[in-house]
């Protein structure tokens, strides 16, 4: 069973870093590309960063330069590093991978980003 489980979000005045953590079980996890995506209410999930197997990384533009994944193999877990962060990263932050046997989600982290 395949399982993805976020951490690390919370409230943070603008400016501010988080780090956060997902942590995979069921899955071969060296082989995968990992992602992180978000959804603010009253919109669309999107993607905000990716990391493949091989390490490429992929981030949207909304983010570059202010984000980082990474991923410890080790550890099964991808983590994503967010600095100097606006109100407008509000949203609930999810965790994706895609194998052969379907799409799984994480069920997300709050990050709250006010004053």
């Known amino acids: 069973q395949v399982q993805l489980v976020e951490s690390g979000g919370g409230l943070v005045q603008p400016g501010g870093s988080l780090r956060l953590s997902c942590a995979a079980s069921?899955?071969?996890?060296?082989?995968?590309?990992m992602g992180w995506y978000r959804q603010a209410p009253g919109k669309q999930r999107e993607l905000v960063a990716a990391i493949a197997s091989s390490s490429n990384l992929n981030y949207a533009d909304s983010v570059k330069g202010r984000c980082t994944i990474s991923r410890d193999n080790a550890k099964n877990t991808v983590y994503l590093q967010m600095n100097s962060l606006k109100p407008e990263d509000t949203a609930v932050y999810y965790c994706n991978v895609q194998t052969l046997g379907g799409q799984y989600w994480g069920r997300g982290t709050q990050v709250t980003v006010s004053s």
């Open positions: 069921g899955i071969i996890f060296r082989v995968y590309a």
